[in-house]
């Protein structure tokens, strides 16, 4: 199955000038959905991950059936104030502005192998924060992964120090 035919492409949103990809066409397309699952625990059916941390919020759509698939715990990320318990936070840049990200601090054990797992690569802002927080609690970066990947805006650059998989790949 081809994915790239199951993305809607939205010009003009969220403002002129943007082409955004939509993966909600992908994710109400069964055999669509099933396939970017399968495809994301095959390439990491071999690896060793101790747990899975997906991202507010389109990363928990793809993390969450990829620990379950993989035997592996959830981790949970999100923006201030969400989690119950204590929580660390991280912060990043931008292009208006800054953004937080927040972990529980005993989600992580030391040395845990820690896949992270969201739906888009752009700049590499959200998915740095978050490596980040994995690594001040003391465990270790598995790899990176997402559905897609804008690659024209270079966010593989910013965290080429991780493994990265992407199902697709955007070139403008």
């Given at each position: 199955m081809n994915l790239a035919n199951t993305i809607r492409e939205v010009p003009d949103f969220?403002?002129?000038?943007?082409?955004?990809?939509?993966?909600?066409?992908?994710?109400?397309?069964?055999?669509?959905?099933?396939?970017?699952?399968?495809?994301?625990?095959?390439?990491?059916?071999?690896?060793?991950?101790?747990?899975?941390?997906?991202?507010?919020?389109?990363?928990?759509?793809f993390g969450m059936p990829l620990a379950y698939n993989l035997g592996v715990g959830f981790l949970s990320v999100r923006k201030p104030n969400k989690l119950p318990a204590e929580t660390i936070s991280e912060s990043y840049a931008l292009e208006y502005g800054l953004n937080t990200l927040e972990i529980h601090v005993d989600a992580v054990e030391k040395g845990q192998k820690i896949l992270v797992v969201d739906d888009l690569l752009a700049t590499g802002g959200t998915?740095?924060?978050?490596?980040?927080?994995?690594?001040?609690?003391?465990?270790?970066?598995?790899?990176?992964?997402?559905?897609?990947?804008?690659?024209?805006?270079?966010?593989?650059?910013?965290?080429?120090?991780?493994?990265i998989f992407s199902l697709l790949q955007y070139d403008k």
């Open positions: 969220p403002q002129k000038g943007i082409l955004f990809y939509d993966i909600t066409t992908l994710l109400k397309n069964p055999q669509a959905l099933k396939e970017s699952i399968d495809q994301l625990t095959e390439h990491y059916r071999d690896i060793k991950i101790d747990a899975i941390a997906g991202i507010e919020s389109r990363g928990f759509i998915a740095k924060a978050t490596c980040k927080l994995i690594e001040r609690l003391g465990g270790e970066v598995a790899g990176l992964a997402f559905a897609i990947e804008l690659t024209f805006l270079k966010g593989r650059e910013k965290l080429s120090q991780y493994e």
